[in-house]
């Protein structure tokens, strides 16, 4: 019974993870359209329940992680759950840089959201409440909640990530000490031998420097 529901417990965490990665994917692609011809209301309120989304089960994976880490008779999964603590950690991690882009974004490039929610509910019910209280029409001002939204929400991804440092796998001292004067004796190539070795790598599409880079 026991192993079981370890086994679902697993399988769980390996779905989420899967699902955060598609989440963190689907987010960083769709901020790229912010600004392009096919910025829309529609495409603003997509991104917003991306984020949420993403949010709402990275913390619920998180949870899962730090809970087993700290029960002490689940040792024979221990090595899966820092598997999946590293996985996290990086999604999180790179999910982080993109609440800041998307701050940035939606700072520099606001949307007119009054047409979208005329007949239908705001990202929150602030609005309503106060026409309410004031006996009148408030339209919620969409930009500004969604800036006050991605602090709260990149606050909440920064605690995650810290509390997952505390309990990732400590490296080995001796392995991390050889790597690290391995590097810093190795000799590189210089600058123009660089060049030479990319120009003949570039024949090779699939080795090729990109010309970004």
């Not at 709402?56 to 689940?74: F, G």
């Not at 950690?89 to 047409?115: A, H, N, T, W």
């Not at 939204?149 to 440092?165: A, P, R, T």
Request: proline share 4%; with cysteine; glycine share 2%.
């Amino acid at each position: 019974m026991i192993v079981s529901l370890m086994s679902e417990r697993l399988d769980l965490k390996s779905n989420l993870i899967i699902e955060i990665n598609s989440h963190v994917a689907l987010f960083r692609d769709t901020l790229i359209l912010v600004g392009q011809p096919r910025d829309c209301p529609e495409l603003r309120e997509k991104i917003r329940k991306l984020r949420r989304n993403c949010v709402e089960t990275s913390k619920h994976m998180a949870h899962l992680i730090m809970t087993q880490s700290k029960c002490s008779n689940l040792n024979e999964h221990s090595n899966d759950n820092q598997t999946h603590l590293v996985l996290l950690s990086c999604l999180l991690q790179i999910f982080l840089r993109e609440l800041y882009k998307s701050y940035r974004l939606i700072q520099v490039i606001p949307m007119d959201m009054s047409g979208y929610y005329e007949n239908r509910a705001g990202p929150s019910n602030l609005g309503n409440v106060f026409g309410i209280l004031l006996c009148k029409q408030i339209t919620p001002d969409f930009n500004q909640e969604e800036l006050n939204s991605i602090k709260k929400d990149s606050h909440e991804i920064s605690v995650l990530i810290s509390e997952l440092q505390e309990h990732m796998p400590r490296h080995d001292a001796a392995l991390l000490e050889r790597n690290t004067a391995a590097l810093e004796g190795h000799s590189w190539p210089s600058k123009r031998r660089r060049k030479s070795i990319y120009k003949h790598m570039s024949l090779f599409c699939c080795i090729s420097r990109p010309n970004y880079l």
